[in-house]
């Protein structure tokens, strides 16, 4: 079989369409023939060597991927040969074949096309373990999405409008606020010409939940937008690693921090975010309330154009690999 393998820490040239073995399955695993992958900045990360895969997970990139079962292990229940799926991954997403923990599998949702469910798994476990299971967001409450027009961000608008929230977000043009409008966003915020902290505070009073993929750069900020009783959830360091926090004031907010990774997590922790998410959040997808948001799809082969186009920013939504268009 053939993936794109790192041939040295670097920029996407250093990303090589190559011939390597077929994967080998493990207890509790499936074999999938991946219809398309998609380019997370973790990939991104990965390449240019600052982000390896967990020990034991697969040495390509791509933390998601849609496609067929080819074959199951002999412990696998509730999946068969021929079921169109969609996977969270450690990696080995980029490739025309991966071995996924079964655990780890969700169904095509709905009329979502299979290679369209190469968007979801990564943003939907993201958004749903974060925003659901760790802050708790709630019917009428008010969440702050930065970074609206990205992956996690287009999706965790809709989860959000799904389950009956306002929500404001952060972009970096009048464009893409307005498309993050369309998909259900409240309140608009240019972060280039206005404050979020005022802006969500004269629109709202503060946020409920804010998630935050900024870090250090944003965390001073953030624990001045919440309101009482507050939860900021933390996904990403795009800003830095380090920052200060005014403890007093996070006392006087009775305010919490979460920060959260997923591709490090064991697999059973994995798999329970993917069982909430399958129980939870599907139905939301089946119905049309919640989906996939394709910015632009790639021949797999040419992975390093991809990720070009997100170094290049302006993408709204997800970048797609899409294994076969290439045959």
Not at 18 to 24: A, M, R, T, Y
Not at 160 to 178: H, I, N, S, W
Not at 214 to 237: C, E, F, H, P, Q
Not at 285 to 303: I, T
Request: net charge negative; with cysteine.
């Amino acid at each position: 079989m053939r993936a794109i393998t790192i041939s040295e820490a670097g920029g996407p040239e250093v990303l090589t369409w190559s011939e390597v073995p077929e994967p080998e399955l493990g207890p509790g695993e499936v074999l999938v023939d991946v219809a398309a992958s998609a380019v997370n900045r973790a990939d991104v990360l990965q390449r240019r060597g600052y982000y390896p895969p967990p020990a034991g997970a697969s040495e390509y990139p791509g933390l998601e991927c849609s496609g067929t079962i080819a074959e199951v292990t002999e412990d696998v229940t509730g999946w068969r040969v021929g079921d169109e799926v969609c996977a969270l991954l450690s990696g080995g997403g980029y490739a025309e074949k991966v071995a996924v923990p079964a655990v780890q599998l969700l169904p095509v949702p709905g009329e979502v096309e299979l290679l369209a469910a190469a968007a979801l798994p990564e943003v939907a476990c993201t958004v749903w373990s974060n925003v659901v299971m760790g802050a708790k967001l709630a019917e009428g409450e008010v969440i702050l999405v930065h970074g609206g027009a990205g992956g996690v961000g287009t999706h965790a608008i809709q989860v959000a409008k799904a389950l009956g929230a306002t929500v404001a977000v952060t972009a970096g043009d009048a464009t893409r606020l307005e498309r993050c409008r369309q998909l259900g966003a409240d309140i608009l915020i240019n972060y280039r010409e206005q404050d979020f902290v005022s802006e969500i505070k004269d629109a709202t009073g503060g946020a409920d939940v804010i998630l935050d993929l900024m870090g250090a750069a944003y965390v001073d900020k953030n624990i001045s937008a919440l309101r009482t009783g507050g939860r900021l959830a933390i996904i990403g360091m795009q800003g830095g690693r380090k920052g200060e926090v005014d403890i007093g004031r996070m006392l006087g907010k009775r305010a919490t921090i979460l920060a959260t990774t997923l591709r490090a997590r064991p697999v059973a922790e994995k798999g329970e975010i993917v069982s909430e998410v399958r129980q939870r959040l599907w139905p939301l997808v089946e119905r049309g309330s919640v989906a996939p948001v394709v910015h632009e799809v790639f021949p797999l082969p040419d992975a390093a154009d991809a990720h070009n186009a997100l170094d290049a920013g302006g993408v709204f939504g997800k970048i797609l690999l899409a294994a076969h268009s290439h045959d």
